[in-house]
């Protein structure tokens, strides 16, 4: 049978590479989820005509925004 922690080195650095590799991945996922959001958005707003259509594109933009730095976080900290 294979010794994984001989071959990584210690049950930390398998911890901290599954952690690493989920944080970045999940961060990649929600900025996929945010330009998803920003698309509907634009298409409710052409189709919806409301005074209040600029705070929701706000928002959307935000969200992205929020998005981007969790995975710059995610690449340079971790």
Do not use: P, W
């Amino acid at each position: 049978m294979i010794d994984f922690t001989r071959i990584f080195g210690s049950n930390h650095v398998v911890f901290g590479l599954f952690f690493k590799s989920f944080a970045v991945i999940g961060s990649a996922m929600y900025f996929i989820y945010a330009l998803v959001l920003i698309r509907q958005t634009s298409v409710m707003i052409r189709s919806l005509e409301e005074a209040h259509t600029g705070v929701i594109k706000i928002i959307s933009y935000v969200q992205l925004f929020v998005a981007l730095l969790l995975i710059i976080l995610a690449l340079t900290i971790l």
